[in-house]
């Protein structure tokens, strides 16, 4: 199963090169026929983004200037313009420009657009590529229905500070985990082939390790070795690049001392040069002018000649390019070459949309109709809400939830609560479409059980008024499920947290409830692992709910009554104290290994343990799968060859379920210190009860490869290890492999 799913990505992406090797060559033409109608300043305009939130409905005439710019060709896209009507009237604006240059219309649209899915953390716990490739094309066929030609999506920045609080918006912490959904999701914005009604650029952002942002503060500095840049932080831009992902965006911050949108090396050496990225960069709101403030350039002008000259393409929000470009060229400072590529790589993206066939081609009022209503939609978001969840903790086998149970109480701030469910960057959410637990759960336990709802608590203050209630009603049932975590807006952009505990008075709170005795099933919402050590040692069981999005309701219902089996395993480590992060399972060795019986403190704390709360990889299930016969057709392998490992699953439980077989490989002895364990390969399979299937890795050169001193990604002949398991820390097989 593993290798077909591979084969048929790589087939598709073999499908898009060859195509868009055809079509590059017509575009080109055409491109140049427009660029040499273009004067200097229309030029320059191609590279200005701006925002439109002020352009659209009552603020229209307020914002005469920008339309000005418009009707002047002083703009290449709108940022923040959605709706057919409004994308329409602003691109009859662009209409009225002497060459008619169409504009392009982006939005952040980064789990759903109006149908929410989960937040993209979570569905990276399906480690399910096919949904999240679905999750992906749904959000662009609406976004496409409203007028829109681009997302800001998807962030394939690997993130392992959960006190980051953009940790939602991307994989996770492991980068061949973040290879794969990078790839799915660029596949799912832009289909095969840009230029689809159901399809949007997308934008493989933030380039580059802003996932690495010192202490987790968000915007701030990343100081990196060369080594760890291309072995954990690039290879999800690359997989982007592949895919053929049409845009690019850098950082807010800075990598070793230089603020992104003026880095040459990873611009102009690194994407354009050794990639041949042929898709536009454009900069991060208002970053190109940050570098005065990071204290890199005096001033706008010498901002806006750092970013062209290092290869940022367009200007988001900051007026540099379009205040500064003309005078920069005409003084000789900036070659009207680099202008020229910059403006080429935009109008072909244009063409490839089909815009200058038909500026109005994607504002069409029934289609807008039509997908916003789409209730193939809705369905989509509770299959992969289902599939995000993760079990943590299931003590006893108390979920799924036994008929025994006549009268269940259900209390926290978040049982009931719309808008929280749908999390950060909800495109243009609908609060009113969402499901929430407490009335999932009303509608899927059968009748003659009784539910009865308290909050408890708010979910920010440290307000106890709501505890009184919360006890007696805990005290009046057999079973309390408690929802608990972050509110929507403590994660996301600008959103970090220094105390990824439960905020407010919500940890007091299920002590209280807790001390009635009664067990306590816990459902944890948020959009980073949150540290809950009371939680993990007290709930008689966990659910990992994430954002769920729409149907989070649904999703947790069906989970916790057993009508859906959990099978999400955790792409990110959950720390156990804030002072072991960063912390991850892809660790390094050291020459004091934690159980050595000398200075054995030196790679640990005196006070914590080394292992996280939950590990990577992590995620139970209902039923119970067995690992066996660890077969290699061979042990020994050249370069240019392969080793076949394959294994036997068997789900020895009573229920179907599905279950993450992960593949970890450890290289022992290398001229670069390797990780203890490195994720390379895994694949998800559904099994009935008593039902068996052979689960097959293909291991190769690539497999076992890392980048050298010479920043060469390459193998080194020697021994390994291949380890085999449900879970990082839960290896069941395990065998020894040769590169000769
Ligand atoms: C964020 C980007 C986003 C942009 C446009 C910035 O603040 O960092 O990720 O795409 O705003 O909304």
Not at 61 to 88: C, E, F, P, Y
Not at 110 to 138: N, Q
Not at 306 to 322: E, Q
Request: hydrophobic share 40%.
């Amino acid at each position: 199963m593993y290798k077909v799913k591979i084969s048929l990505i790589a087939l598709a992406i073999a499908g898009i090169q060859l195509n868009a090797e055809a079509q590059r060559k017509t575009v080109n033409q055409r491109v140049d026929s427009v660029m040499r109608l273009m004067t200097l300043d229309e030029k320059i305009g191609q590279l200005n983004q701006y925002s439109g939130r002020e352009v659209t409905g009552p603020l229209v005439k307020q914002n005469a200037n920008m339309l000005n710019d418009i009707r002047q060709g002083k703009v290449g896209s709108m940022l923040n313009v959605q709706g057919v009507q409004n994308t329409r009237h602003v691109q009859e604006e662009a209409m009225r420009s002497r060459l008619k240059i169409p504009l392009l219309f982006g939005m952040d649209v980064i789990h759903g657009y109006k149908t929410i899915f989960p937040v993209p953390l979570a569905e990276s716990a399906t480690w399910d590529m096919d949904l999240i490739r679905l999750s992906a094309h749904i959000a662009a066929k609406e976004a496409a229905a409203v007028g829109l030609h681009w997302t800001f999506a998807p962030m394939v920045d690997v993130a392992r500070d959960p006190r980051w609080g953009r940790i939602m918006e991307g994989a996770g912490e492991d980068t061949y985990l973040g290879n794969d959904i990078a790839r799915a999701r660029v596949l799912g914005f832009q289909g095969d082939k840009l230029g689809g009604l159901d399809a949007v650029m997308a934008c493989a952002k933030h380039f580059a390790a802003y996932g690495a942002v010192s202490s987790g503060r968000d915007y701030n500095d990343v100081e990196m070795s060369e080594h760890q840049l291309w072995e954990t932080y690039l290879p999800p831009f690359k997989a982007a690049v592949d895919a053929g992902a049409a845009t690019f965006m850098s950082s807010f911050n800075t990598l070793n001392g230089v603020p992104t949108a003026a880095s040459n090396y990873l611009q102009r050496d690194i994407l354009k040069g050794q990639w041949k990225y042929s898709g536009f960069v454009v900069s991060d709101w208002g970053s190109i002018d940050q570098m005065i403030k990071w204290g890199y350039v005096p001033d706008k002008k010498q901002a806006a000649l750092k970013a062209i000259i290092s290869g940022c393409d367009m200007d988001m929000m900051s007026y540099s390019y379009i205040e500064h470009l003309k005078e920069l060229v005409n003084t000789k400072q900036v070659s009207i070459k680099l202008i020229d590529d910059a403006v080429k790589r935009i109008l072909a993206k244009k063409f490839e949309l089909g815009l200058f066939d038909d500026p109005y081609r994607f504002c069409n009022e029934e289609r807008e109709k039509a997908e916003l209503n789409n209730p193939e939609h809705v369905k989509a978001t509770l299959k992969v809400a289902q599939r995000s969840i993760v079990l943590l903790k299931n003590e006893a086998s108390i979920l799924p939830i036994q008929n025994s149970f006549k009268k269940i109480a259900v209390i926290g701030p978040l049982a009931d609560s719309k808008r929280d469910m749908q999390g950060a960057w909800a495109g243009a959410n609908d609060a009113d479409r969402v499901v929430t637990l407490l009335s999932g759960l009303k509608q899927k336990i059968g009748n003659g059980v009784q539910i009865t709802y308290t909050k408890g608590s708010t979910i920010k203050t440290n307000d106890t008024t709501g505890f009184a209630e919360a006890v007696k009603v805990a005290k009046d049932a057999d079973l309390v499920i408690m929802a608990l975590g972050e509110a929507y807006d403590q994660s996301g952009e600008s959103r970090s947290r220094a105390d990824i505990g439960l905020p407010g008075s919500q940890d007091q709170l299920f002590s209280a409830v807790q001390a009635t005795g009664k067990p306590v099933v816990a459902v944890l919402m948020a959009g980073r692992p949150l540290i809950f050590s009371n939680i993990a040692a007290k709930a008689n069981a966990i659910l990992y709910a994430w954002f769920l999005g729409d149907q989070a309701g649904n999703a947790i219902a069906d989970v916790l009554t057993g009508a859906v089996n959990p099978s999400g395993k955790l792409p990110v480590t959950f720390p156990r104290s804030v002072g072991q992060i960063p912390l991850t399972y892809n660790d390094y060795k050291t020459g004091h290994p934690y159980n050595s019986n000398v200075f054995q403190y030196q790679t640990g704390y005196i006070d914590v343990p080394n292992a996280p709360r939950y590990a990577f990889g992590h995620g139970l299930s209902y039923t119970t799968f067995k690992y066996s016969d660890l077969k290699l057709d061979r042990s020994t392998m050249r370069k240019n060859g392969k080793i076949t490992a394959s294994l036997t699953l068997t789900n020895t439980g009573t229920r179907a379920g599905e279950e993450v077989v992960q593949m970890y490989i450890h290289d022992p002895v290398a001229s670069v210190v390797q990780p203890t364990k490195k994720l390379k390969g895994y694949g998800k399979v559904a099994l009935e009860p008593g039902a068996s299937t052979t689960i097959v890795f293909i291991i190769n050169a690539e497999t076992l490869s890392f980048y050298n001193q010479q920043l060469k990604w390459d193998a080194e002949p020697g021994k390994f290890k291949v380890m085999i398991g449900s879970a990082s820390d839960d290896i069941k097989l395990q065998a020894d492999i040769e590169l000769q």
